[in-house]
């Protein structure tokens, strides 16, 4: 073929699964050096970690096998307690259908169109049974468990029985985390939690185990598989608040900063009244290290971590911000820390999901006035 006279502009091959998609580049060198600093920082996952399938779909035996797993990966938590209470609702199956025909239109999953009919879903609430695939999805999640299989079960068979400074600590906290829900008042949440747990601070042993990982994780096993709630923890840890999860607790400590600023910006008076008291400070390491999840009923707080998932760290703050709107009077008469704070947790504790929507009924109306703002 004649290229003369031919412009050829520089190609890269992107692959998912067995679908292609070519995209123009304008600096390719750029790319491949970028994707290549990504693929340096995965993991050394040795071949003997997947398990190798013969014709007859069995695994294939040979002189070097495991023993049998004591353990099996558990599915979303609230599947094996009491399911029918959360999905069958009206509210949910109207949800559903909305997602459904969304899904129509727009494809679903990883190759699936953007469009800010997304988000009007996920502020409208995410149905419990697709809680998982969307968490997987909008956090990134979902590729690195089609890209690593086994590794989450390698990772647990390695820490089992290993003693260390995190699987103490990570014992100590199990019970108290989310002790209101069915499933961790028996062995078997318990049991999938410490996996998780523990199998996260053998991958990333400069974090270990942080507390308020246990109580994040829990909600994370209810909607979603013990496999994927280890991805969507790694997700967090690693990826959507960064340096959150360790002793020093820089992350929540820089955005800390970050939320006194916007306060000062947008409610100067609660500033100037909250800062003095040290309240700005002890809010944020609270609500942010646990998505809210730590001070807002379990039951409307998941709204948030839908939000989260779907829009990122900066709905922690918008939230934050709303909910020292929404106090403000309330904030300027306090007279110490003390009434800060006292009005600040009967505030978030008495935030509830109305069942003829069932979606958190303050968040819809937190977006919009600093959605361009944060």
């Not at 103490?168 to 747990?197: K, M, N, T």
Request: proline share 4%; charged share 25%; net charge negative.
């Amino acid at each position: 073929m004649d290229m003369r006279g031919c412009q050829i502009s520089k190609q890269a091959l992107f692959t998912l699964k067995k679908n292609f998609i070519f995209a123009d580049l304008e600096d390719l060198e750029f790319v491949v050096q970028k994707v290549s600093e990504l693929l340096a920082k995965v993991p050394d996952i040795k071949s003997h970690i997947y398990e190798n399938k013969n014709g007859d779909g069995k695994n294939s035996s040979s002189s070097n096998s495991k023993k049998e797993k004591a353990w099996t990966i558990q599915p979303p938590l609230y599947t094996l307690f009491d399911p029918e209470k959360l999905i069958s609702t009206p509210a949910e199956k109207t949800k559903v259908d909305l997602w459904n025909n969304h899904f129509a239109e727009y494809g679903r999953g990883v190759l699936a169109y953007r469009t800010c009919k997304d988000r009007e879903l996920v502020l409208k609430g995410v149905p419990v049974k697709l809680r998982n695939e969307l968490w997987m999805l909008y956090s990134g999640a979902v590729n690195e468990l089609i890209v690593y299989p086994g590794y989450y079960e390698w990772l647990v068979e390695q820490s089992r029985g290993k003693s260390s400074i995190a699987a103490e600590e990570i014992e100590r906290d199990l019970h108290r985390s989310l002790p209101e829900h069915p499933a961790f008042q028996s062995d078997l949440g318990i049991d999938a939690l410490r996996r998780v747990l523990t199998a996260y601070a053998w991958r990333n042993p400069s974090i270990g185990y942080c507390q308020a990982m246990n109580i994040v994780t829990s909600v994370l096993l209810i909607y979603a598989s013990e496999e994927e709630a280890f991805w969507l923890l790694v997700a967090i840890c690693e990826r959507l608040l960064p340096d959150y999860f360790n002793t020093k607790v820089v992350g929540a400590l820089i955005d800390q900063g970050v939320l006194e600023h916007l306060t000062s910006e947008h409610l100067p008076d609660v500033h100037a009244k909250l800062v003095p008291f040290g309240v700005l400070s002890m809010i944020s390491l609270s609500w942010f290290l646990t998505i809210f999840l730590s001070v807002i009923p379990f039951n409307s707080a998941v709204n948030i971590v839908d939000c989260f998932f779907y829009d990122g760290a900066k709905v922690v703050f918008q939230i934050a911000l709303k909910v020292l709107e929404a106090n403000r009077i309330e904030l300027l008469a306090a007279n110490d820390d003390g009434e800060a704070m006292t009005v600040l947790s009967d505030y978030l504790s008495s935030v509830v999901c109305r069942e003829e929507d069932s979606s958190f009924i303050s968040y819809q109306n937190f977006l919009p006035e600093y959605e361009k703002r944060v």
